[in-house]
């Protein structure tokens, strides 16, 4: 399916707004819109499998490939949780056929990956409205800067670009505020337990 331009604005169009704009148009170059919002994150996460910046680069295309075809089969409610699933899954079924053929080394083991793998944070989607109550608290509790990037990115949906802009700071330290923000509320989620 060719990459089709689409007349009109996306960037501030939410993930939402996006996918049913894709699945009512088929249009290449909303999907294309959608995943280029968390292209560094597949990339990271297949970098985190593969240990290997060209089979990482080909991963995250090959995504894209089975995203666009693959988001109309599914319910998809939060695109970047599903995206994420859809990731890790894809990566875990390349490292199994690779292990098939080829003796992999110990510390390239799949049980290491998955024993490195990070739980599943909740503020990632799926949360229950007991778990959304606690996690408002434990939001309202972080350092500014922390707190402004996890609003801005997990509840606005923007990307690190447009949290950087808005804050006028550098994409790096977005990214950071965010690690160490998805860190405390981790903390501070087991504290309430």
Known sequence: MPLIPFKGKLINRTDEQLLSLFLRENNMGVIGELFGRYMHLVYGVCLKYFRNRDDSKDAVMNIFEKVSTEVARHQVTNFKSWLYVVTKNYCLMELRKTKRHTKMQPEENISVFMEKEEEFHPIDGGREPDMENKLQDCIEKLKNGQKKCILLFYYKNRCYREIASELKIEEK????????????????????K
């Open 173 to 192: 330290k977005v990214k950071s505020y965010i690690q160490n923000g998805k860190r405390n509320l981790k903390l501070c989620l087991e504290n309430k």
